[in-house]
C-alpha cells in the first residue's frame, strides 16, 4: 500500500526576497560599521556589494527550500519527529552552511579578497548561520501552521464519516477508524490493518505496510473493546494480546500440547524491534481458542 505524504505547498517568495534582501544589507554593513545605513545609500560599491549578496542569500534561501520540500516527501514530521529534526538541522542548517561559505568563498577569490583577513570567520558567518536556522524553523513553523489548518478545517466532515458504522448482519462495524498521534490524527482504514497486539500493556495497530515497531501506531483501546467493531470474519482474537488479519494468515500447526502457532504471509512473518519470543507469543493461538479458530480459518 502507497503511503500519502502531505505535501505543503510553500508560498514564501515575497517573505524570501524581502528577507534576503535585509539579510544582505546587514551583511555589508557589517563589513563596514564606520558608516551608518543613509551613508551606504550614497557610495556606489555599497549596491554592488548588497547584490552579490543579496545573489548569494536568494540561493542559500532556496536551498533550504528545497531540502525542506524533498524531506517532506520522504521523512514527514509526524512519521518520525526526532528522525526528521535530526535531518533537518544536518541537511538544512549544516550543510546549506557549507553552502554559504563555499559561495562567499568564491566572492572574496573573484575579487583577490582573504576571506579570514576580512573578518567574515568572526561576524558574517556565525550571523549567515543563525539566519538559515531562523529560515529552516520558519518552514517548519509554515509546516505545522498547514497541516493544523487543513485538519481543523476537515475534522468534524472526516469524523462523521470516518466514523460510520457498516452493518452486516445483526453486528455493526468499522470500515475506518481515527488514530491520534503526537502531531496530528489519521484515518485508516480497517481492511489495511494487519494485527491490532498488545505490548508493554499498549495497544499497537499494526498496518499491512508496517515491518516495524516504530512503524506501528498506539491506539487507546483495549482488545475487547476493539474486537467489538471489527468484522469477524476477517479478524480473530487469536489470544489475550493479540487480533490478527485472517489475509495476513499462510498457515499453522501445533504448538505445545493444546496451542497452534501460526505462520504468516512472507510480507508479515516478523517485524523488527520486538525480540522472537515475544513476537512468538503473539501469533500464537491460546488452546481455549483453537478449535473457534480453526472453523474461523475453514471457509
Known amino acids: 500500500m502507497k503511503r500519502k505524504t502531505n505535501k505543503v505547498n510553500y508560498k514564501d517568495f515575497l517573505f524570501r526576497t524581502i528577507s534576503c534582501l535585509l539579510a544582505a544589507h546587514v551583511i555589508v554593513k557589517m563589513g563596514r560599521p564606520d558608516i551608518s545605513t543613509f551613508q551606504a545609500f550614497t557610495i556606489p560599491s555599497y549596491y554592488r556589494a548588497v547584490a552579490i549578496n543579496f545573489l548569494i542569500a536568494l540561493i542559500v534561501a532556496f536551498a533550504v527550500k528545497k ?6 516527501k520522504n521523512h514527514e514530521w509526524y512519521r518520525d519527529i526526532w528522525r526528521r529534526a535530526l535531518l533537518q538541522f544536518a541537511f538544512g542548517v549544516v550543510a546549506v552552511s557549507i553552502l554559504s561559505f563555499f559561495l562567499v568563498w568564491l566572492y572574496f577569490h573573484a575579487f583577490e579578497k582573504d576571506i579570514i583577513a576580512s573578518g567574515y570567520l568572526d561576524y558574517e558567518l ?3 548561520m543563525a539566519l538559515i536556522a531562523i529560515l529552516n524553523f520558519y518552514y517548519v513553523a509554515y509546516y505545522f501552521y498547514i497541516c493544523s ?4 478545517d476537515t475534522a468534524s466532515r472526516q469524523y462523521r464519516q470516518l466514523e460510520d458504522k457498516t452493518v452486516t448482519g445483526s453486528k455493526e462495524f468499522k470500515t475506518f477508524l481515527i488514530v491520534e498521534t503526537p502531531l496530528r490524527s489519521l484515518t485508516i482504514q480497517i481492511k489495511d490493518i494487519a494485527m491490532f497486539f498488545i505490548l508493554d500493556r499498549i495497544t499497537f495497530i499494526r498496518l499491512m505496510d508496517s515491518s516495524s515497531l516504530n512503524d506501528c501506531l498506539s491506539y487507546p483501546a483495549t482488545l475487547n473493546d476493539i474486537i467489538d467493531f471489527l468484522d469477524e470474519k476477517i479478524f480473530f482474537r487469536i489470544n489475550r494480546k493479540c487480533i490478527i488479519n485472517f489475509y495476513t494468515i499462510d498457515s499453522f500447526r501445533p504448538f505445545g500440547q493444546k496451542s497452534l502457532l501460526i505462520t504468516l504471509k512472507p510480507e508479515y512473518n516478523s517485524m523488527e524491534n ?3 519470543e515475544h513476537w512468538q507469543r503473539l501469533i500464537t493461538v491460546s488452546g481455549d481458542k483453537v478449535t473457534e479458530f480453526k472453523n474461523w480459518m475453514d471457509r
Open 274 to 276: 520486538i525480540s522472537q
Open 149 to 152: 489548518s487543513r485538519f481543523e
Open 67 to 72: 531540502i525542506t520540500i524533498l524531506l517532506d
Open 126 to 128: 556565525p550571523f549567515s
